[in-house]
C-alpha cells in the first residue's frame, strides 16, 4: 500500500513526521515475528525492521518502529517468552525506528551513535517539515562515536558506526555467534533505497559502507534489512550490485553532459527495473544519485 502513496505521505509513512503522525492509521498493524535462532528474531509491522534478542541476560531491541505500535512490540515480543527490554539500540535518528523510543526508555537503556543523539535532541527539517526533538526520556542514554562492543545473552553484538551512508549516524549490528547482521537503512532489500541527503547521506559513501560490511561478514550470514524481506550474504551483495550498476549509469549520463532533468527520466538498468516499485521509485533514485555526485 505505502508503495502508491506520494512522496509526503511517503515521507511521513516512512520517516514518521511527527507532524503527520495523527493522520496515519496503525489500526491494522500487526507485529509478524520471524525466528532466526533459538534466541534472535526479527520483528516487522510498519516502519524500519526490527531485531530481538531474547535470553538469560533478557531482551534487547533494535529498532523501534512508531510509537502507537509500542505496546504491539511489547506484546510480540511476550509470547516469544521476553520481558520488557533492558537495552534498545537505534540503528539511526529516522522517526519509523526511534518511534518507540519513549516507551521503551521507560524502562530500558537506550543506545545509538552520537549523532543520532543528536539528532533526535534538536529539531529536524525534512521534506519541508519542523521535526520537534524527543522528550528527554526517549533520547539515547548511551553514545558511542566508532563501535560499541555488547556482551549478552551468550555472544557479542558488535555495534559498528558507518558514516554517511543513509544518514550521518548509521549503525550496522553484528551478532558474533548467532551469525546475523541488522543492517539499519543502509540497506532496503528489492527496492531502491531513500538516502537522506540532507542529513548526512551520500549515494557513494553507502556503496563503500556496505562493501565494507559485505568484507566484514561470511557467507551463510542471515541479514537484517532496514526495509524488506529477512536476506543473506547473496542478498547484500546483489543490493551492493545494484548501487554500484544504477549508480554507474548515472555517473556516465553526467559525464556525457546529461542534464538533471534527462538523467531523472532515464530507465534503470533493465536488471534493476522491479527496484523501482518500492519505497523509492525510479525517477526519484536517478535524481537522489544525481544530486548526490553533482553537490559539493
Ligand atoms: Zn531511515
Redo the contacts with the bound molecule.
Sequence with gaps: MIRFLSMGAFAMT??GVSAAMGQQDFSGVEIKATRITEHVHMLEGRG?NLAVSIGEDGVLLIDDQYAPLAERILTAIDKLGGKKPKFILN????G??TGGNEFFGETGTIIAHTNVRERLATPQELFGRTIAPLPAGALPVITFDESLNIHFNGEELRVMHFPHG??DG?SVVLFTKSNIIHM??LMFMGMFP?V?LDHGGDVDGLILNVQRVIDQIQPGIKVIP??GPLSDYEGLKTYHQMLVDTTDVVRKAIKAGKSAEFIKKMPAPEKWKSWGNGFIKTDRWMETIHRSLTRK
Design positions: 516512512l520517516l524500519g540503528t539511526h535518528w529516522h519509523d525506528h543513509h544518514t548509521d539499519g537503512d531513500f537522506d532496514g526495509h
